[in-house]
């Protein structure tokens, strides 16, 4: 099982940005995915999931509304969109896979099994 992270790079604040989380040796839609984010001298946070069961996507409350996760299951891809982005986003992202059939997912980073190696997102003007 591997997940591989795509998509960062630096972005205006305002702007859009695409990340990626593609799967292998795994269908995405058999694991709750999940996004995390670490800011420099921060800890590990979670961002947004996917749960494995009918794909229904939860939010940390410092992206709600500008942020959102979806799956490509043709391309076992999940994406994360992330709209109006701010300087406090700047982090690197990371995506992580948990072994978890359920119509929920968890946004708590030791529940999760596979992690990436990230992808820096950096939001200055």
């Known amino acids: 099982v591997q997940v591989v992270e795509s998509g960062g790079g630096l972005v205006q604040p305002g702007n859009s940005l695409t990340l990626s989380c593609v799967g292998s040796?795994?269908?995405?839609?058999?694991?709750?995915i999940g996004w995390f984010r670490q800011a420099p001298g921060k800890e590990r946070e979670a961002v947004a999931c996917i749960s494995s069961r009918d794909g229904n996507p939860s939010y940390a409350d410092s992206v709600k509304g500008r942020f959102t996760v979806s799956r490509d299951s043709a391309k076992n891809t999940v994406n994360l969109q992330m709209n109006g982005l701010k300087p406090e986003d700047t982090a690197v992202y990371y995506c992580a896979a948990e072994n978890y059939w359920f119509f929920v997912c968890d946004l708590v980073e030791k529940e999760y099994d596979y992690w990436g190696q990230g992808t820096r997102v950096t939001v200055s003007s």
């Open positions: 040796g795994f269908r995405i839609t058999d694991y709750a």
